[in-house]
T-cell receptor, first 112, second 113 residues
Framework: EPEVTQTPSHQVTQMGQEVILRCVPISNHLYFYWYRQILGQKVEFLVSFYNNEISEKSEIFDDQFSVERPDGSNFTLKIRSTKLEDSAMYFC??????????FGSGTRLTVV | AQSVTQPDIHITVSEGASLELRCNYS??????LFWYVQSPGQGLQLLLK??????LVQGIKGFEAEFKRSQSSFNLRKPSVHWSDAAEYFCAVLPNAGNMLTFGGGTRLMVKP
């Protein structure tokens, strides 16, 4: 069964550093998403991406965040200057029709 | 604003017992409805989804869910729980004109031998 692949599975970074989280969505999917889950809290929507542009973003997704689809297969989330409160599990998801998501297994980001 | 409520934060059941996890949503129109399961340290796996039609939906791993419009509920059920079902379960809704999933707070299921 097709999978959404995320790398790395765990990333530790120092506060203020830039991080890039990587995702390979399912190959024929057109919609891409990032969600995050702070430990013990709800899964929260960050951003959706379609047709090479952001289609929707949440209040969490401020200027520190950016997304990119640099080639035909990767979808990245960049955090420009990490803060302690950015520590969370970040999930990538993709969808072919916008209404049936497949999630990756997540990247656990720890900011120290 | 739309919201999803899972009233039970923790549930413990005995192996072989039946299970019902509750989910209520608040939204103007009937959204698309989902249940996901997350095992420790793992990603979110889709158990089942409801878009329209038959209000009783069958999913993977022997789970089913029933959509009740009058109660704005989408409760997840399993007739006989296995120890491997211990995990966190999330209900989620998607407006049928949007693309932002809203998750409930999750219910952690523990299974006693």
């Amino acid at each position: 069964e097709p999978e959404v692949t995320q790398t790395p599975s765990h990333q530790v970074t120092q506060m203020g550093q830039e991080v890039i989280l990587r995702c390979v969505p399912i190959s024929n999917h057109l919609y891409f998403y990032w969600y995050r889950q702070i430990l013990g809290q709800k899964v929260e929507f960050l951003v959706s991406f379609y047709n090479n542009e952001i289609s929707e973003k949440s209040e969490i997704f401020d200027d520190q965040f950016s997304v990119e689809r640099p080639d035909g297969s990767n979808f990245t989330l960049k955090i420009r200057s990490t803060k302690l409160e950015d520590s969370a599990m970040y999930f990538c998801a993709s969808s072919s029709t916008g209404d049936g998501y497949t999630f990756g297994s997540g990247t656990r980001l720890t900011v120290v | 604003a739309q919201s999803v409520t899972q009233p039970d934060i923790h549930i413990t059941v005995s192996e072989g017992a039946s299970l019902e996890l509750r989910c209520n949503y608040s939204y103007g129109a009937t959204p698309y409805l989902f249940w996901y399961v997350q095992s420790p340290g793992q990603g979110l796996q889709l158990l089942l989804k409801y878009f329209s039609g038959d209000t009783l939906v069958q999913g993977i791993k022997g789970f089913e869910a029933e959509f009740k419009r009058s109660q704005s509920s989408f409760n997840l059920r399993k007739p006989s729980v296995h120890w491997s079902d211990a995990a966190e379960y999330f209900c989620a809704v998607l407006p049928n004109a949007g693309n932002m999933l809203t998750f409930g707070g999750g219910t952690r299921l523990m299974v006693k031998p």
